[in-house]
């Protein structure tokens, strides 16, 4: 799979996603044990997770896949449709909710990485949330480590300037705490969260 064509990209809303969902789960996991979320996962969560996107009729995932495996993903949702958890952080700062898209992840295997697939991801999303036609903004939130974090790869960079370059700014007004256990823990432990916006 050296490029992405039309029939490579699976597009679901609500719950046409069921057929993907544990192939979507493992992907969860598979990536998100990388830094920075260092996530160590279980299917039975992620299902339950996933049952958010299901149960929501104007949800989106964009799937990628190759030979009927799912080798990439990106969802997204009206923020609205999402948990309390979520959606707290803008009810305290005085947000209207119903007027703002979210995402969720964007998720590849490592050999799909660097082909544009992150900019098919991006677009899809936004130009869903356009097309619903009651969202004046979309956003995502992304986790906040320690710049010297012991287990952060040499290599390592952050996405702080892609997502700029998407035109998302940080909302420093708006975080976080959630809670899970990293690869190296033996019990959950919380996490900052920061979300990023943009206008629609």
């Not at 969802?75 to 707290?88: C, I, Q, R, V």
Request: aromatic share 14%.
């Amino acid at each position: 799979m050296d490029t992405i064509s039309q029939s490579d990209i699976v597009i679901c809303h609500g719950n046409e996603l069921e057929p993907y969902i544990h192939q979507l789960g493992a992907l969860r996991i598979e990536v998100f044990r990388e830094f920075p979320y260092l996530y160590d996962g279980n299917i039975e969560y992620e299902e339950n997770y996933l049952s958010t996107y299901l149960n929501s009729e104007e949800s989106i995932t964009v799937l990628i896949l190759n030979n009927g495996e799912v080798i990439g993903a990106s969802t997204g949702l009206p923020l609205s449709d999402e948990t309390e958890e979520f959606k707290n952080p803008f009810h305290e700062k005085g947000f209207d909710t119903d007027t703002i898209f979210y995402c969720g992840e964007s998720i590849l295997k490592k050999p799909y990485r660097g082909r544009g697939i992150y900019s098919v991801f991006m677009k899809e999303r936004e130009d869903y949330a356009r097309k619903l036609g009651r969202f004046n903004s979309i956003c995502f939130c992304a986790v906040k480590r320690p710049v010297n974090h012991h287990l952060k790869p040499k290599n390592y960079y952050p996405l702080d300037e892609v997502w700029k370059n998407y035109g998302y700014q940080k909302k420093p007004e708006l975080r976080t705490t959630y809670f899970w256990k990293d690869i190296n823990e033996k019990e959950e432990s919380a996490k900052m969260m920061e979300y990023w916006m943009k206008p629609l």
